[in-house]
């Protein structure tokens, strides 16, 4: 899981690659002379058209649904509607997230600290490297009716089931992250004789900082995930319980419209997690690092 | 004393640790001791439910993870290779990477029911999106002299497909595949949480519902194991075939 | 010199094989334009081997990526046997500078050479033959099960040669071949060229910043400077088929024409 978090930031591949590939599509002449406006309304088109046209299709092909289980796009989007101004998607969702966030910032913690100390400490990295990869491939989902069923549908349980599943790749990453510190830092660190808790937080921290966001960037998605499940599972709150209420009650635009809100906050999420990473690690990325 | 000895002492000293805790009372009373669950995991070996619903499972995560790789490698490579359609699908692609979707089971199972075509369905449409991302990541990559090379002897669109673009992406591929392979059993046993689909999610629940704790233990631990077997087993799969990635960018 | 169809016999005797004409190539566009070619004419004859020299930066590589069909020019035309050129041709077949990549590391050295002939539809045992054969032209004997990373970078460039040379083109074109190898091994792969080329009797175009190698190795050689990039000078070497890293670099003729490119060089 980590390796894609770790390949996923936007490097500039080999300096040839781009330049050349760009070189040979402009000389086919298609651009010439156009001006900066045009080019920029061409690329929003060329990227938005295909998320027009699908929403078109599917708007028009469900006009007339005859099929209950299917809704037309236009009554999903109005109960969507109706359902946000009157605030009951509102307090299921500030409930979910309130969760997500909580469960999100224990894993955070915790893996983070695990990570450090472990990925200081060879020895017992090295034993107990077994015991986390078994943990951390029992399958998230799997927990969720364990530990509802033994602490209830309340709020700390399901946090606690997001903090588990999250846990794993901040772990790892962290770890990976220590490593790969550049020796001569810790010679540095070494040789001034920098005290240990100064050198965690100066020196090994920031420098397994890309590592570590990368770790939780693969986490987002998972405590999603896990969220949605611990919901629709048991709960009496949240945007889960609010799709499987839906559902349970045949009401078949909202559970679409919930089902579909999901997803936007699971995009919004992401895009917003890239303006926090871009923030967080602005050195990293000015410096040129690889 | 040998790294083995300390690692069995680890998860000893794990398992002592867990009966103690147990024994202190600070875990809900139904919470099974180790004795109970080593006892219930030998019986797992012994039931024939318990491999049904293993096999179950297994195959549906199987399944969908086929479906997912090899349309998702198609797709990307075709996607990545031709600039035009990278650009106008990079918004539905990151849309549909960040969207949960055990979110849409309700959705799901008002369509298809409660089936193991379902299941199949959701999972497949889960690991498509990691193998799909990366092998977009992988055909985009392709070396600039790679190409040129493959445009001066002018090489036919398929053999560039099969013998160029594809392995040139592979490591990136196969990294997908390994990151759906855990998605695929992790949502597989979601669905048969969730929808009560045949499988090993569903004896954990009915298992927690039966109050038969250590049966549910056993079977998480089952499920913790095939994932961490497959991974292993991908990863050696991975070290062999991409021999050649590791060599060249030495 | 090459066999040549009887009615095509009249006009190989006049027309050169490879003929450029009024090339300009420049990249990016409007304000941002930056020529890199200006007006460049030249001709080579079936046969010959013709260096093209100039300073790094000049444009060389842009020259051979156009007479390669790979970029197209702003203005003018390549020809190829009196055919102008629209892209990536038959008779043409390049070994870039950076013999490592356009090699495929997932290919063995044998697949790497028989792959072109794969791509035309010629059958497995006939280009795994002809690929053999190659392998074998070029030094490489019995080691096509190989892959390229465990060969030195000498041994990768003979690949890269052999693949070229079992794709039967006409026409070799060659971005700076020697420029990342060793001396001792770039001395072994110029002897090597001019051998093939004698043998095999194929046209060569060598692109290269070192004078000394253009001299060395050609019938012709053509001097590019000025910016953008025009040809400033042509030199027929006049040195015969026979070549030695001593002997011909100890001519006086060699000295004679290696003072006036740099001469031309400078005042450019
Ligand atoms: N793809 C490209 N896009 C824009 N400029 C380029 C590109 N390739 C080369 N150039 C520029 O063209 C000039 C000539 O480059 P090149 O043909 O590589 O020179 P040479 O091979 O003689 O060293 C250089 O100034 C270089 O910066
Ligand atoms: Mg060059």
Redesign the pocket.
Not at chain 3, 55 to 62: I, Q
């Given at each position: 899981m980590t390796e894609t978090a770790l390949r996923t930031p936007p490097k500039p591949g080999p300096g040839t690659v781009s330049?050349?590939n760009?070189?040979v599509r402009q000389a086919g002449g298609t651009f010439r002379e156009r001006s900066r406006f045009a080019k920029a309304l061409l690329n929003v088109l060329q990227r938005t058209w295909l998320i027009a046209l699908v929403f078109a299709i599917w708007w028009t092909a469900s006009a007339n649904s005859t099929n209950i289980f299917i809704p037309s796009l236009e009554d999903i989007l109005l109960s969507l509607r109706r359902d946000l101004s009157n605030g009951v998607i509102g307090s299921g969702a500030s409930y979910s997230l309130t969760n997500l966030g909580a469960g999100l910032l224990l894993a955070v913690v915790v893996g983070i600290a695990g990570g450090l100390v472990l990925g200081e400490t060879r020895r017992l990295r090295e034993i107990v490297d077994p015991v986390i990869h078994f943990f951390r491939s029992v399958p998230q989902a799997a927990l969720v009716p364990l530990i509802i069923g033994a602490f209830g549908i309340g709020q700390g349980p399901k946090i606690y089931t997001i903090a588990f599943a999250c846990m794993w790749p901040v772990l790892l990453n962290t770890i990976d992250g220590v490593l790969g510190v550049e020796p001569t830092i810790r010679k540095f660190s070494k040789v001034y004789r920098i005290p240990a808790g100064l050198h965690f937080r100066r020196v090994v921290l920031p420098a397994a900082l890309p590592q570590i966001v990368a770790g939780i960037r693969v986490a987002l998605p998972i405590g999603i995930t896990v969220m949605v499940v611990s919901e629709l599972f048991a709960a009496n709150k949240g945007l889960g319980f609010y799709i499987l209420n839906s559902s349970a009650t045949f009401q078949v635009p909202e559970t679409w419209a919930g089902a579909l809100l999901v997803g936007v906050i699971g995009y919004i999420l992401s895009l917003l997690f890239i303006v926090f990473e871009r923030r967080i690690l602005s050195w990293y990325f000015k410096s040129g690092a690889k | 004393m040998g790294l083995t000895s300390q690692r069995l002492l680890a998860v000893a000293a794990l398992l002592a640790v867990w009966q103690l805790v147990i024994w202190s009372g600070s875990l809900p009373s139904m919470t099974p001791g180790v004795p109970a669950i080593v006892t219930a995991i030998a019986n797992a070996f012994t039931s024939a439910l318990f491999w049904t619903s293993l096999a179950q499972t297994m195959t549906a995560a199987v399944t969908g993870w086929v479906i997912a790789v090899t349309a998702g490698t198609v797709l990307g490579l075709v996607i990545g290779s031709v600039p035009m359609l990278d650009r106008s699908t990079s918004i539905l692609i990151d849309f549909g990477r960040s969207f949960p979707v055990l979110a849409l089971m309700p959705v799901v199972i008002m369509l298809l029911g409660a089936t193991a075509q379902m299941e199949i369905f959701v999972v497949s449409l889960s690991c498509l999106w990691p193998v799909l991302v990366q092998t977009i990541y992988g055909a985009r990559r392709m070396d600039a002299s790679v190409v040129d090379t493959a445009r001066t002897f002018q090489i036919p669109r398929l053999l560039w497909f099969r013998r160029i673009l594809l392995p040139s992406a592979t490591p990136f591929i196969s990294t997908g595949i390994r990151i759906s392979a855990s998605i695929a059993i992790l949502v597989s046993v979601g669905v048969e949480v969730l929808s009560q689909t045949p499988g090993i999610g569903r004896q954990i629940t009915l298992a927690q519902q039966a109050q038969r704790w250590d049966q549910a233990f056993a079977y998480l631990f089952f499920a913790g194991l095939v994932g961490w077997g497959i991974a292993g087993l991908l990863n050696l799969a991975e070290g062999k075939i991409l021999k050649w990635n590791r060599q060249a960018n030495d | 010199m090459a066999v040549q169809a009887a009615p095509e016999q009249e006009q190989v005797a006049t027309a050169p094989l490879l003929q450029v004409q009024g090339l300009t190539m420049s990249?990016?566009f409007g304000d941002a334009e930056?020529k890199?070619l200006n007006n460049l004419n030249l001709e080579v004859n079936d046969g010959e081997f013709v260096s093209i020299v100039?300073?790094?930066?000049?444009?060389?590589?842009?020259?051979?990526?156009v007479l390669s069909g790979l970029i197209r020019p702003k203005s003018g035309t390549v020809s190829v046997g009196g055919e102008a050129i629209s892209g990536p041709h038959r008779d043409l077949a390049v070994v870039f500078q950076d013999y490592s990549r356009s090699l495929m590391p997932w290919m063995t050295t044998l697949e790497n050479v028989a792959f072109p002939l794969q791509g035309r539809g010629v059958g497995k045992k006939e280009r795994n033959e002809a690929a053999a054969k190659n392998l074998a032209a070029v030094g490489l004997g019995g080691q096509g099960h190989k892959y390229p990373w465990e060969m030195s970078g000498g041994m990768q460039q003979r690949v890269a040669i052999a693949r070229a040379l079992a794709y039967n083109a006409k026409v070799l074109l060659m971005?700076?071949p020697f420029a990342s190898v060793d001396a001792q091994t770039r001395f072994d792969l110029e002897d090597l060229v001019i051998d093939l080329q004698s043998n095999l009797g194929v046209t060569i175009i060598l692109?290269t910043?070192d004078i000394d190698e253009a001299l060395y190795l050609a019938d012709k050689v053509i001097v590019?400077a000025e910016k953008p990039a025009t040809v400033v000078d042509v030199i027929e070497t006049g040195f015969g088929d026979h070549r030695d890293q001593v002997e011909t670099k100890a001519d006086p003729r060699f000295a004679e024409a290696r003072a006036r490119i740099l001469h031309r060089l400078r005042s450019h």
């Open positions: 330049t050349k760009a070189s | - | 990249y990016g930056n890199i100039g300073p790094s930066g000049v444009g060389k590589t842009t020259l051979l990526r971005d700076e692109v910043h590019l």
